[in-house]
């Protein structure tokens, strides 16, 4: 069966700055399946997801050689196309929930409007039934509500129920639970797995939660500075991680588990180098080919992982420690 979304080799670069940043990302996602794109702030995620969802404006560059969706051209479609694409077979949480609504109208009207007139009694009550499902109580009352009277949790909430309407393809999710308590985060977490069986949903999902990456993907591509750095199945990037980036990203993440009094690792903090690869100014066992050229992206039976010594990284990183 053909992937819902499949990206070849996506490329963006924002005028007058120096890097890509996106640099020739490529991924496919299957029918019911979610893929997680993770990373630290300015990795390219956002931007990834956006650039696919062409919301970037004229200020950014884009360039691939392929984005199809559901088959369909989505890459060269036109601002029509666009629309109905939007409408019909993608459903967005964006990032910033208090950000992405209209303050003069109910949040009731802004969800149903892309919708055909004849539809709306429909869609208002299917809205209702998605706010109720996502935690959101007086949901009858609420959808006649403007957005300054919900709170920043009930309007990340309103507008995931919101990107569930009309029953889409791919929903598109960036950070869709960092403003909700873990109550609320893992009463979503359990919908979006029910519904990826229900209804055939595929998910590209943009986080830096590790702990909800690991509860929903199946699989997780790692950025850094606008590249893929590792690639590979939930499980194998988490647990078997092999880029000294993926290392470090994930020995930094609070644990239980750790030994008591231990310090919370912190990574270096230098900025991505100007040449070869961009982790060599933080990489603790860098050598002379990492600040002179970019590794290549290899391939194997678990995954990929863009690394000039990756097949002695994980016991390096530990003598370096």
Not at 292 to 301: A, F, N, R, Y
């Amino acid at each position: 069966m053909n992937p819902i979304l499949r990206v070849d080799s996506l490329q963006v670069h924002y005028r007058g700055a120096p890097r890509p940043a996106v640099a020739d990302i490529s991924f496919e996602i299957g029918q019911s399946e979610c893929l997680a794109i993770v990373g630290e702030s300015g990795s390219g995620k956002t931007t990834t997801a956006m650039a696919l969802l062409r919301l970037l404006g004229p200020v950014a560059e884009i360039s691939a050689n392929a984005i199809t969706l559901a088959d369909q051209d989505f890459l060269n479609a036109t601002p029509s196309e666009l629309r109905a694409f939007r409408r019909d077979l993608i459903g967005t949480v964006f990032q910033d929930p208090t950000a992405n609504w209209n303050p003069a109208r109910t949040i009731g009207a802004q969800v149903i409007q892309p919708f055909p007139r004849e539809e709306h009694e429909e869609r208002r009550n299917e809205f209702i039934s998605y706010m109720e499902r996502v935690g959101i109580d007086r949901a009858n009352l609420r959808i006649d509500q403007y957005p300054h009277n919900l709170s920043g949790g009930m309007l990340q909430r309103a507008m995931i129920a919101g990107a569930l309407l009309g029953d889409p393809r791919l929903l598109v999710a960036d950070e869709p639970t960092s403003a909700l308590d873990v109550t609320v985060q893992a009463d979503l977490i359990s919908l979006l797995k029910d519904l990826a069986e229900e209804r055939k949903l595929s998910m590209l999902l943009i986080s830096h939660n590790l702990a909800v990456v690991s509860q929903i993907a199946s699989k997780v591509i790692v950025m850094y500075s606008g590249h893929v750095v590792e690639t590979g199945t939930t499980e194998q990037v988490l647990n078997d991680p092999k880029h000294p980036y993926t290392i470090n990203l994930i020995s930094s993440i609070p644990s239980t588990k750790k030994a008591r009094k231990v310090p919370l690792y912190t990574a270096i903090s230098k900025g991505s180098a100007s040449h070869g690869c961009p982790y060599a100014n933080r990489c603790p066992i860098a050598i002379d080919p990492c600040h002179s050229t970019m590794p290549t992206l290899t391939s194997d039976i678990s995954g990929s992982v863009a690394c000039h010594r990756h097949e002695e990284t994980s016991t390096l990183i530990e003598v370096q420690r």
